[in-house]
């Protein structure tokens, strides 16, 4: 399988609504999208890099087809140490399972590497998200600590608990 990442855009917007399950929902986008939000989300983050943020996020392509986003964010300090970079990803429920989301996090760690922005890769896992824990590990990330957070919350409102975990750039 052909795994390729390319700049989010507004075209993308309906293969990463048709790719949301609740599962996305509950660990990475926090409420169900739509068409119109994504692509405001797309705007957003073009926004953003205009003014100098560095939050980016890619669609993750499988053999030409959308089936997922992984974004990379130096701003995100939750948990993290200074340099490190937070990775976040989400793929569609049909193609979970394949090492699609640990090809995107290793290419997705190149592009942070080769643009420079920070000493490491970090993501940061639900204590309940077993499948996003196993990404980080094949991925090559280290489990470094678990930590209550003090900006995601879980289903019920409360501070989520999150297991770090870290690569080297």
């Given at each position: 399988m052909d795994i390729t990442l390319r700049p989010?855009?507004?075209?993308?917007?309906?293969?990463?609504?048709?790719?949301?399950?609740?599962?996305?929902?509950?660990?990475?986008?926090?409420?169900?999208?739509?068409?119109?939000?994504?692509?405001?989300?797309?705007?957003?983050?073009?926004?953003?890099?205009?003014?100098?943020?560095?939050?980016?996020?890619?669609?993750?392509?499988?053999?030409?087809?959308?089936?997922?986003?992984?974004?990379?964010?130096?701003?995100?300090?939750?948990?993290?140490?200074?340099?490190?970079?937070?990775?976040?990803?989400?793929?569609?429920?049909?193609?979970?399972?394949?090492g699609v989301a640990v090809r995107a996090v290793d290419l997705v760690c190149g592009i942070v590497a080769e643009r420079n922005l920070g000493e490491r890769a970090a993501i940061r896992a639900s204590a309940e998200n077993s499948a996003s824990q196993r990404v980080a590990e094949k991925a090559g990330f280290t489990f470094s600590h678990e930590m209550r957070s003090a900006t995601d919350v879980d289903g019920q409102g409360k501070p989520e608990v999150l297991r770090v975990f870290v690569r080297e750039l």
């Open positions: 989010l855009r507004r075209e993308d917007a309906r293969a990463i609504v048709t790719a949301e399950d609740d599962a996305t929902v509950r660990f990475l986008s926090g409420g169900r999208s739509t068409v119109q939000g994504t692509e405001e989300y797309v705007d957003r983050l073009e926004r953003e890099a205009a003014e100098g943020r560095s939050k980016r996020a890619f669609g993750i392509w499988a053999d030409g087809a959308c089936v997922g986003t992984v974004d990379v964010d130096p701003q995100v300090t939750d948990g993290l140490e200074p340099g490190d970079v937070n990775i976040a990803y989400g793929v569609a429920p049909w193609i979970r399972g394949r």
